[in-house]
């Protein structure tokens, strides 16, 4: 018993180091936007979309509806089979500063990205995704960070906007809640991030080069570039950016096995180029996440019983403290959400997402992946 209060202790200190870290960047966004409105540099948004006419036309006339002739948007379409094309045309006859090109090269998101990197000739970069909803309040505002020379990358905060409130909605809010002070904090190691609601300045994505056409995380692949060269990432809990959770627990499951496969895939290929340092992100995350599983390996093996009885309870208490702690701390929650996360949640999600990253170790090496689309909620 003691152990576990040791453990809840521990976690709810770390959730609580965690959150404070991201909650003091608040000061460094409103600050930022005191004084003229006017802006030094030019923005361009960049947009990949696939089969995404449920929400394309809401993006661009969210981001488009107020903004300056100078601020363009690139939406490059992917070679969708709905009518996602024949939307954004008739919006590139509403909205001059919108550019819509079709993606002719090398098929994927990654692919897409490098035909817009090919068209930039701004200075600052935003990525979203074709879901996301800002407008150029947002655009504005966090462009204004940019004016400290010890800014490059800035990566948004972000919400969901679903209407329907799935069991897999809810549990991304404790995901998330967890991720934004353990992961987007940058608490343990350089800061990942997804790529929507990411600002970059342009130089930095020229020196960095152009996302891998062969992998599924081109936001990982973005961030293992930055680490190389040794790009700090900012996250930013100033106006958030509203993107779509997945609707169902089938596609939040492959959308996490999309995600771990990726990174499994990009890590083996670290190594595999003498970069070591993947040897080890690759053991740390897969003990964190079969942690459970390795314990009663391990106790079976060595019939050491101290493993279940003190190791895995102090683990797990830790865990479930500074899961639960990151979801509480975090704003906008529903009380019924709240108590269903905080009795089920942690349990659920983490069960959940062992199985993932088993069947992600298991695919990760063999046939082609295939990107699983997560479907969305019509805007």
Request: charge should be positive.
């Amino acid at each position: 018993m003691v152990i576990i209060l040791y453990g809840l202790a521990i976690g709810f200190v770390i959730a609580l180091i965690g959150y404070m870290k991201n909650r003091s960047t608040r000061n460094l966004f409103y600050d930022s936007t005191l004084g003229s409105d006017a802006i030094k540099y030019s923005i361009v948004a960049v947009i990949a979309a696939k089969n995404e006419e449920r929400v394309i036309e809401t993006t661009v006339r969210s981001l488009l509806s107020r903004s300056p002739k100078t601020f363009r948007a690139i939406v490059v379409d992917d070679n969708s089979t709905d009518s996602t094309y024949e939307i954004l045309t008739e919006l590139a006859k509403e909205y001059p500063n919108l550019v819509v090109q079709r993606n002719f090269d090398t098929p994927g998101k990654s692919g897409a990205l490098n035909v817009a990197l090919d068209m930039i000739k701004e200075d600052i970069v935003l990525f979203l995704d074709a879901d996301a909803r800002v407008d150029w309040d947002f655009v504005r505002k966090y462009s204004k960070l940019f004016d400290s020379p010890d800014i490059n990358v800035v990566f948004a905060d972000f919400e969901s906007y679903n209407q329907s409130r799935t069991l897999a909605v809810i549990l991304q809010d404790l995901y998330f809640s967890f991720i934004k002070a353990f992961v987007y904090s940058g608490l343990f190691s350089p800061t990942i991030f997804m790529n929507s609601g990411v600002f970059i300045r342009r130089q930095i994505l020229d020196a960095v080069g152009k996302f891998d056409t062969q992998t599924l995380v081109d936001d990982f692949d973005l961030a293992l570039r930055l680490m190389k060269n040794k790009i700090k990432v900012k996250f930013i809990m100033g106006e958030k950016c509203k993107i779509q959770y997945a609707l169902s627990l089938k596609d939040l499951f492959y959308q996490h096995c999309r995600w771990y496969t990726g990174g499994i895939k990009k890590i083996a290929k670290q190594i595999s180029q003498g970069r070591y340092l993947g040897i080890l992100v690759f053991i740390a995350i897969g003990a964190l996440t079969l942690f459970p599983v390795l314990m009663f390996i391990l106790a079976y093996l060595l019939s050491a019983e101290y493993l279940l009885s003190v190791v895995l309870p102090f683990f797990l208490s830790i865990l479930f403290s500074s899961t639960v702690t990151s979801y509480i701390l975090h704003d906008g929650h529903r009380r019924k959400e709240m108590l269903i996360n905080i009795i089920l949640g942690a349990p659920l999600a983490y069960f959940l997402f062992q199985i993932a990253i088993i069947f992600s170790l298991i695919h990760a090496f063999g046939k082609k992946s295939v990107w699983h689309k997560v479907i969305r909620e019509k805007t």
